[in-house]
């Protein structure tokens, strides 16, 4: 008797990661594309999507982590003007609660 339930939440779950938000996230898994991932610690994510689910938890592979840093000053010192950063990871694991927004790529 719950099989059926079952299925039908199966196919309403397909059809949202096709259609819905979580379409970005289906397009790149399948084409192989990058997105640009705004995060809560105000870094940025470039990378491709291997999986994820619902929570918007995703495994990423070839990952360029960005952000910006201002430099401590000494004392009496103007402010240091900011610096860009960046890193490469080349897989991680995100998890879904800091993600902000999930852009793909223009490309």
């Known amino acids: 008797m719950s099989r059926p339930m079952e299925e039908d939440t199966v196919k309403n779950e397909e059809e949202e990661f096709n259609t819905g938000p979580l379409s970005v996230l289906m397009m790149s898994v399948k084409n192989n594309t ?8 105000n870094k940025k994510l470039l990378g491709r999507v291997r999986a994820f689910d619902r929570h918007c938890n995703m495994v990423l592979e070839n990952v360029r982590e960005m952000w910006t840093e201002v430099p401590k000053t000494g004392k009496g010192k103007k402010k240091a003007l900011p610096v860009n950063k960046d890193r490469f990871i080349s897989k991680m694991f995100l998890r879904g609660d800091s993600v902000i927004i999930v852009l793909r790529n223009p490309k």
């Open 34 to 41: 990058q997105v640009l991932i705004n995060c809560r610690n």
